[in-house]
């Protein structure tokens, strides 16, 4: 629970800050730090991915993720549920600091607890205490809340709620699998989920070549699967 706990200190400190001085800070320091992040999140990914046994085990854990999250178009539903969310909600024109409060809260909590990074550093941190990608992320967040408490106001800081809630769940969760989780499966789900950051960063955050991220997410669970497989038929 460590990296939830920072990522919800970042997210609040960061809301804080966009609220009372967000207006002041010009929009080319903002996008030179995320670019830099960008670049931090790719050496990140690249050291995660160099730690495989096995780099067929990735291979094949990302094709056959890649082959499911299109199946089941996890990053089309992503994108339809924060839409349905943001057209049922923030559509009162009548009560414009109710909708903008709504709207803040909304795309906040999406952009924090969607995607690659947030389920990988939570699962790592519940397993292995491993809270560095979650503590990357919560730079990340800051920033993000930054930009969105100096423009949609204070309903971004209660986002924070749902962070808490959501990547501690994923913890904990994955505190009652340890005992099933080896290190080698770890080691290749770790590895699998670097290349999934190195497509965040190229795709989201450095906005090289856009990229469907979300439906290789599948990999994070596949991965280890292989691991239990090969092991399994070695015996």
């Known amino acids: 629970m460590t990296g939830t706990l920072l990522n919800v200190a970042a997210v609040l400190v960061g809301g ?42 990735v291979l094949g854990a990302l094709i056959l993720g890649a082959l499911l999250g299109e ?12 839409a349905l969310l ?15 409060f709504i709207r803040g809260f909304l795309a906040a909590s999406l952009l924090f607890c969607v995607g690659p990074m947030t389920i990988l550093g939570s699962i790592q941190d519940g397993l292995a205490g491993n809270y560095e990608l979650l503590a990357v992320k919560s730079v990340l967040d800051g ?17 924070s709620v749902v962070v808490l809630v959501y990547q501690g769940g994923i913890s904990l969760l994955a505190v009652q699998l340890s005992a099933v989780v080896t290190e080698p499966m770890m080691t290749e789900m770790s590895a699998a989920g670097g290349v999934l950051l190195l497509g965040l960063a190229l795709s989201s955050m450095m906005e090289i070549k856009r990229m469907r991220v979300g439906n290789f997410l599948p990999a994070l669970f596949i991965a280890p699967l292989i691991v239990w497989g090969l092991n399994l038929f070695a015996r």
């Open 143 to 159: 920033f993000a809340a930054l930009a969105f408490a100096s423009t949609l106001g204070v309903g971004v800081l209660f986002s």
């Open 71 to 82: 199946w089941w178009r996890i990053e089309d539903g992503l994108h339809n549920f924060g």
């Open 86 to 100: 943001e057209k049922r909600f923030a559509k009162d024109d009548s009560a414009e600091g109710s909708a903008r």
């Open 16 to 57: 804080f800050i966009g609220l009372f001085f967000g207006a002041r800070i010009p929009e080319r320091f903002k996008s030179t730090v995320i670019a830099g992040m960008g670049l931090f999140t790719l050496a990140l990914g690249a050291q995660m991915f160099l730690n495989t046994q096995n780099p067929l085990i």
